[in-house]
T-cell receptor, first 115, second 119 residues
Framework: AQTVTQSQPEMSVQEAETVTLSCTYD???????LFWYKQPPSRQMILVIR??????QNATENRFSVNFQKAAKSFSLKISDSQLGDAAMYFC????????????FGTGTSLTVIP | GAVVSQHPSWVICKSGTSVKIECRSL??????MFWYRQFPKQSLMLMAT?????????EQGVEKDKFLINHASLTLSTLTVTSAHPEDSSFYIC???????????????FGAGTRLSVL
């Protein structure tokens, strides 16, 4: 099974500042998808951003962007202009493009936004 | 975007009773749905993969006789916790992926979760 590692259990950021959440993964596959999901206190999982491994260009969604380093198997999430509503647990996830559609989740990073 | 409805959002039951949780994809069809369990401040633990029209695939260590999964249609999967005990108290989440169409994009869409409390 693939392994997804989030080495930062907790992070904090000042409102309006930028924060980067780390994620690394272990796989022998060349074709796969990577995701960042957000889980606010309501516990509803919300997709933040998605990256296809075959694309070299880093995905961006408004204030959210990723730094995808395929060779290093790294997939970090950058949140710019942090807002109070960004406070949540963030999970990195991996999905193979070829062997089923199961997701492998990291252990999560709890992000606190300081007013 | 795709919507997955999960019901109920919170259920309290007595030990020994059974509880059914429903997961519906409202605006797309899903041949596969997933059931997760999540303990406080922990990640999602995959319990089983629910396949429409066939038996569910359970992860190692998950009791298939305790957690019954039925995926009778392309929009509905149910998880029944049979003879629930206090140790089954947890947060259960379902997810589904559209199997075709513009929504597909290999994304899992999640229900809002069900908090189960067994007294």
């Amino acid at each position: 099974a693939q392994t997804v590692t989030q080495s930062q259990p907790e992070m904090s950021v000042q409102e309006a500042e930028t924060v980067t959440l780390s994620c690394t993964y272990d796989t022998s596959e060349s074709d796969y998808y990577l995701f960042w999901y957000k889980q606010p206190p309501s516990r509803q999982m919300i997709l933040v951003i998605r990256q296809e491994a075959y694309k070299q260009q880093n995905a961006t969604e408004n204030r959210f962007s990723v730094n995808f380093q395929k060779a290093a198997k790294s997939f970090s999430l950058k949140i710019s202009d942090s807002q109070l509503g960004d406070a949540a647990m963030y999970f990195c996830a991996y999905r193979s493009a070829n062997t089923g559609n199961q997701f492998y989740f990291g252990t999560g990073t709890s992000l606190t936004v300081i007013p | 975007g795709a919507v997955v409805s999960q019901h109920p959002s919170w259920v309290i039951c007595k030990s020994g009773t059974s509880v059914k949780i429903e997961c519906r994809s409202l605006d797309f069809q899903a041949t596969t749905m997933f059931w997760y369990r999540q303990f406080p401040k922990q990640s999602l633990m995959l319990m089983a993969t629910s396949n429409e029209g066939s038996k569910a695939t359970y992860e190692q260590g998950v009791e298939k006789d305790k957690f019954l999964i039925n995926h009778a249609s392309l929009t509905l999967s149910t998880l029944t916790v049979t003879s629930a005990h206090p140790e089954d108290s947890s947060f259960y989440i379902c997810s589904a992926s559209p199997w075709t169409g513009a929504l597909a994009k290999n994304i899992q869409y999640f229900g809002a979760g069900t908090r189960l409390s067994v007294l």
